[in-house]
């Protein structure tokens, strides 16, 4: 209920303000033009999406898996590319839920839930789900919704507010048992127009990144299955995004007459991702074997013999895991996510030298790639190997500094190290992205207390504290 709470104050606050961000694309918007950047500038929504990750990362459970979130991003940005999305910075967001969800927030945050994965397909069925929330960022729909509320006292905008919030809190049951009654109540035919939109733009975009024009009908048609099968406990996805008939005969009607010839069906990465979350998403190791073995029996394609090599490895089987992943390594030598998945599988048999050459192989061929960082610089944790380590995650932080998993390893190399000052230091930052201004508080005033009379760390620590506590102050109205 928190997030939703929140939200609502955000949207409130930001409806009284008529921030202008001086753009405007007669294009995408004919008939609102820059009211929109009235009722919400692109400023404000950036603000918003800040909290929204500040939510999600302090109550949503995140997948913490490089190689599939390095897919995930290749493929947003790729897509968007061919969307009409001003403003190309992403925060992507991967929700460890196996229920088939994905959401776009204020300011460029998309979230998909790794269920998603797991009732697509093929890679042009994931796609266009993405494509989907791409066109909801590109029609600016939450400024949108901001601009009708105001001549209906809220209504709509807290509709689309509440979805989006149902959407990041999928996992609190209690937080959702208000959502569906409410969406219900409200003016739903604005946002069932908002999706028809999506599809619209959403699906012209798909073909132009070269998809299969069916891809969009048939991952409708899965999520209507789903729905079928679910009774009367649809998938949020379904909730937050109405699914109708008319919407599903919408699609397949748009790809008639557009040919096929030459379009993307699936990729490899897809399948391989998808194989690495139906092996996580099982709790019981032996049926994971079991499930991987029967695929392969049925069709041994590459994505299958991999789910198979990481089932092996579930069930500790470490000979079998490396002979399926140095089958496929002969059919893709310079395959980085085969080859990285083997890194981690001899890090985690304590096979480090291996290990290490492998990696340092493939960064020659792709230097500051981030999954085979991340697995480089465990691999050095491993070996005892400490500032070397912590020197690749700092290097990855120069891009990647709002991402709160990179700051947690990096503490704990620092407290492996016995670098406790920084241990503290980071660990606050990984909490201040967490939005727990007061656990990152309590870690910086740890470390004030061992620098003993190093001035500088001393300042800088300071300065720091000083800051936060601006902040909880502002936050509670001091």
Not at 104 to 121: E, H, Q, T
Not at 136 to 141: E, F, M, P, T
Not at 145 to 151: I, T
Request: glycine share 4%.
């Amino acid at each position: 209920m928190k997030i939703f709470l929140c939200i609502i104050n955000v949207l409130i606050l930001t409806v009284n303000v008529n921030g202008q961000d001086g753009t405007s694309n007669e294009i995408i918007l004919p008939e609102l033009g820059d009211r929109v950047s009235g009722a919400v500038s692109a400023a404000q929504e950036k603000a918003i999406g800040e909290m929204f990750l500040e939510q999600i990362y302090s109550q949503a459970p995140l997948i913490s898996d490089p190689l599939l979130f390095e897919y995930t991003e290749h493929l947003i940005y790729r897509l968007s590319e061919y969307s009409q999305v001003s403003d190309r910075y992403f925060n992507i967001l991967l929700i460890d839920d196996d229920s088939l969800n994905a959401f776009a927030a204020p300011g460029g945050v998309i979230g998909i839930n790794g269920g998603l994965f797991l009732n697509a397909d093929n890679e042009g069925q994931f796609s266009s789900v993405l494509a989907h929330e791409l066109a909801h960022l590109s029609q600016r729909h939450f400024a949108r919704n901001v601009l009708k509320s105001k001549d209906s006292n809220l209504a709509s905008a807290l509709v689309m507010v509440s979805s989006i919030a149902i959407a990041l809190i999928s996992n609190n049951p209690n937080a959702i048992s208000v959502g569906p009654a409410f969406l219900q109540s409200q003016n739903l035919r604005y946002s069932r127009l908002f999706e028809r939109e999506a599809d619209r733009v959403g699906f012209a975009n798909l073909v132009k990144a070269g998809y299969n024009p069916k891809s969009m009908g048939e991952m409708f048609e899965n999520m209507n299955e789903l729905r079928r099968l679910s009774g009367d406990l649809p998938p949020e996805f379904l909730l937050t995004h109405p699914l109708s008939s008319s919407r599903i005969s919408d699609a397949f009607n748009s790809a008639e007459g557009i040919s096929e010839e030459g379009t993307k069906k699936d990729s490899l990465e897809f399948g391989l991702m998808k194989a690495r979350l139906e092996v996580y998403y099982e709790n019981i190791p032996s049926n994971s074997l079991r499930f991987f073995q029967s695929k392969v029996n049925d069709n041994p394609s590459d994505a299958n013999i991999y789910g198979l090599a990481l089932a092996y490895n579930k069930n500790n089987n470490f000979e079998k895991s490396i002979e399926l992943l140095n089958k496929l390594i002969q059919k893709y030598p310079k395959n980085l996510v085969i080859n990285t998945t083997k890194v981690d599988i001899l890090l985690s048999y304590n096979k480090l030298n291996e290990a290490l050459i492998l990696v340092n192989k493939f960064l020659e061929i792709s230097p500051k790639n981030y999954p085979l960082s991340i697995s480089k610089s465990k691999v050095l944790l491993a070996m005892e190997r400490y500032f070397e380590s912590e020197e690749i995650i700092r290097d990855q932080l120069l891009r990647k500094n709002d991402d709160p998993e990179l700051w947690l390893l990096l503490s704990e190399i620092q407290r492996n190290s016995q670098n406790i000052i920084g241990y503290h230091q980071s660990r606050a930052e990984y909490f201040i992205l967490l939005g727990q201004d007061d656990r990152a508080l309590n870690q910086l005033e740890f470390a004030l207390q061992l620098t003993q009379n190093n001035f500088q760390v001393s300042e800088s620590l300071m300065n720091k504290i000083v800051e936060i506590k601006k902040n909880l102050n502002n936050s509670r109205g001091l």
